[in-house]
């Protein structure tokens, strides 16, 4: 499969839910420290061997730290900002007409936008300020924040199957459930004695989270019954810096880490490390699994490249 090449440090992938050949990239100059950011949206072509083509390209005064598209609007992206903004784009308008909207409360970077995937009209935004948002499209601010986390919350992460129902991960080393009716934080995990990077939930089992950290490890929980994990992955040689379930297969996950590589585990059985690929050659900080088809696996990193295969083969191999 082809690799993009992308001026600045990968920092998130995203593969588009309405498009199979459709994948936007987040990127930061510097390593994301000082500079400039950038939004790609690529796509690829339906023959392996021509090269991926960059539809529409966002240019932003501070790094981008994660983008999510809309689940609403096909064409619609959201990223997250280290100047603590959230942005929507547009590929429908022309570039003039964008950014659409420039959401601007958090106080620090914004490390992780999701798109709500039930009721389809809102998204949160996680930010080192300690806090995580909720925002709609059409509401010039936030309907409401989320302060509970002594630390930067990294990630924030919708149910795939309650609309009002999402994860948070934080540098406090806790995983925190929330219930948006709710005023306050329905279930507190200390996960992690180490700070939590990234967190995601089971496509299949609404009771399942998965937890990412410094630690170097991932952990499966069931929030019935979360006294102790129901897996514990250990491989990564450094910090887990991302963690995704697959949406097709149950017990699959894929998850990257500082010690610049891409995993694949399958967490109910004993061998749990099912793939590890070695393509980068700087920290793997953006991975992601295709919603639209099975085994395509996305990451991208601050070697500033983008790689795009099917599981199960190189990603090398063009």
Not at 153 to 179: E, K, M, Q
Request: net charge negative; charged share 20%.
């Amino acid at each position: 499969m082809p690799v993009f090449k992308t001026p600045f440090n990968g920092y998130s992938v995203k593969f588009s839910p309405f498009y199979e050949n459709r994948i936007a990239v987040a990127t930061a100059q510097n390593f994301g420290i000082l500079g400039n950011g950038r939004l790609h949206v690529l796509e690829l072509s339906s023959n392996p061997t021509l090269p991926i083509t960059e539809i529409a390209a966002y240019d932003t005064a501070d790094g981008i730290y994660d983008v999510t598209w809309s689940e609403s609007h096909d064409s619609v992206v959201v990223a997250a900002v280290a100047d603590g903004s959230v942005k929507l784009y547009d590929l429908a308008l022309p570039p003039t007409s964008n950014p659409i909207r420039s959401f601007h409360e958090h106080t620090r970077e914004v490390h992780s936008a999701d798109y709500n995937p039930v009721r389809r009209d809102s998204f949160l935004s996680a930010s080192w300020d300690d806090t995580v948002k909720l925002w709609t499209v059409d509401r010039p601010t936030s309907v409401r924040t989320f302060k509970e986390h002594a630390y930067c919350v990294y990630s924030a992460v919708w149910n795939p199957r309650h609309a009002d129902v999402f994860a948070s991960a934080s540098g406090d080393c806790t995983l925190r459930i929330w219930d948006v009716r709710e005023p306050g934080s329905t279930m507190i995990l200390p996960a992690h004695e180490h700070e939590i990077l990234s967190c995601d939930w089971n496509k299949y089992d609404e009771c399942i989270i998965a937890t990412a950290s410094v630690d170097k490890s991932i952990k499966v929980w069931d929030v019935r019954s979360f006294r102790v994990p129901i897996a514990v992955l250990n491989g990564h040689g450094y910090a887990v810096r991302k963690v995704k379930f697959s949406p097709h297969v149950r017990n699959l996950m894929v998850s990257c880490s500082y010690d610049m590589t891409v995993c694949v585990w399958d967490f109910m059985v004993e061998d749990a490390l099912v793939s590890r690929y070695d393509q980068h050659t700087e920290f793997a900080v953006g991975v992601d699994m295709s919603v639209l088809v099975e085994g395509l696996i996305a990451s991208t990193g601050w070697d500033e490249l983008v790689y795009i295969w099917q599981h199960g083969t190189d990603p090398r191999a063009s």
